[in-house]
């Protein structure tokens, strides 16, 4: 059973950085690959970046490319959300999530584990 732990999260300015940390157990890192979401109060949880657990290969969607950068560290099971540039809108719960390697996915249904996720406020 994989296992995720996030970290990280906390209250900003608009225009700070911050680093995400997603610690992962219980299965071959390298296996995996690792979705990152959010869910702002009463919105669906959105897709923010994803990584192929063997590292390289990432995706973004349109909010948060060229501000936010994953990327994994084997040798410490852990991947990282680099968020900078962080607007108010990236205000919410972070969350880390895997599926079995493959094509990288933007929905988070196609996701197996989760983590229990980490509050980002980004204040005006």
């Known amino acids: 059973q994989v296992q995720l732990v996030e970290s990280g999260g906390g209250v900003v300015q608009t225009g700070d950085s911050l680093r995400l940390s997603c610690t992962v157990s219980?299965?071959?890192?390298?296996?995996?690959?690792f979705g990152w979401f959010r869910q702002a109060p009463g919105k669906e949880r959105e897709f923010v970046g994803a990584?192929?657990?063997?590292?390289?290969?990432?995706s973004y969607p349109p909010s948060t490319k060229g501000r936010f950068t994953s990327s994994t560290d084997s040798a410490k099971n852990t991947v990282y959300l680099q968020m900078n540039s962080l607007k108010t809108e990236d205000t919410g719960v972070y969350y880390c999530?895997?599926?079995?390697?493959?094509?990288?996915?933007?929905?988070?249904?196609?996701?197996?584990?989760w983590g229990q996720g980490t509050q980002v406020t980004v204040s005006s």
């Open positions: 999530a895997a599926r079995p390697s493959g094509p990288l996915r933007s929905s988070p249904e196609l996701y197996d584990y």
């Open positions: 219980g299965g071959t890192f390298s296996n995996y690959a």
């Open positions: 990584i192929i657990g063997s590292g390289g290969k990432t």
